[in-house]
């Protein structure tokens, strides 16, 4: 802090004059969190019903993560791949073991791991499909959210993620989410891949209909085409089993992994999947210089062990089956979705909407994120009953 940056308001002032305008946060300034827990600068404490997209599904500073983080930052951060380390083939085994798959492609960010995914789909259909080069189509499902680069946006159907940044990457094709027989007309023999959310987070939590996941699986099988499932924001727990579509006993070919795998310190991703598929991958046809680094790779194996506990799973389920029929119960509600501690509450017609209802709750010490009259419920595994109460019980009285 410098003498002349001190308040809210000083601090917000100093983002808006120097850092590019690309999102609209809420106006509370943040300097320590802790569990389910953070705090501003004024020192007021707020319940984190967000958990960072997922990212911070194990809470804020979570010791086991810190102390892993800690004991790398003191031995060994950075190689580049031209050089093996210690924690790297450790990290992707397992990885590999936890998710029931057999190779890992580590990344960074959520979307490098989708990009990682496409490109070893397209390749997989050049060399082992024996599609034309050139000719390879992805389908993906409308109201998508995979990340923000170029080519994946190309695939939305968000006006506001797409408007004036065409030229696009062509070889998408887009199909309504959950409709299995427009999937079916869309597959061609030139489908490298089927690329969907298990549950589709940013659309607004939307679980598909009963058995769709299944048919998606069977359709790829019949016409071998790649199952790709995106789980960047839906697995490591967050729903209630280690990927989603566990609970479906379906497997995809290829995951993409991310958010969680950081454990809330730094972004961390990866591509998971058949060994046979990420195998098509030579030296030279794709890299990251962060990739797999050695203080991502020992924070990624802290995340891992949390996880292969089975108890962060367990928490989502019992607190979110809990969480569901609260919500589902209070006044002003229209519709709860989702899955585990995973919700998205639609607001009824002609109560608090927009923006307000997030200013609200940040005012009781509840920070969450409301978009298109739908509040997004999805605290930190770690959250207590008790703390889910009281973040349940302000949501109760802002739309009451
Ligand atoms: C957040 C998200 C991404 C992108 O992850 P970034 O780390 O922001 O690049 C991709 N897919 C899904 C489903 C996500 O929720």
Known sequence: MTADVASTRDYIALDERWSAHNYHPLPVVLTHGDGAWMTDVDGRRYLDFLAGYSALNFGHRHPDLIAAAKAQLDRLTLTGRAFHHDQFGLFCRELAELTGTEMV????????AVESAVK??????YQVKGVPDGAAEIIVAGANFHGRTTTIISFSTDPEARNEFGPFTPGFRVV????IDALRSAVTGNSAAVLLEPIQGEAGVVVPPKGYLAEVRQLCDDTDTLFVADEVQSGLARTGATLALDHEGVRADLYALG?????GIMPVSAVVGRADVIGVLKPGEHGSTFGGNPLACAIGR???RLLATGEFQERSREL???AHSRLGELEGVAEVRGRGLWASVQVAEGRLAGRQVSEELAERGVLC????????VAPPLVITRAELDRGIDAIAEVLR
């Open 176 to 179: 309504p989410y959950g409709d």
């Open 259 to 263: 958010k969680a795998l950081g454990g």
């Open 105 to 112: 492609l580590p990344a960074n960010s959520g979307a490098e």
């Open 369 to 376: 994120k409301e978009y298109a009259g739908n509040l997004r």
């Open 320 to 322: 979110g089956a809990y």
């Open 302 to 304: 802290a995340v891992v």
């Open 120 to 125: 070893i789909a397209r390749k997989w259909a």
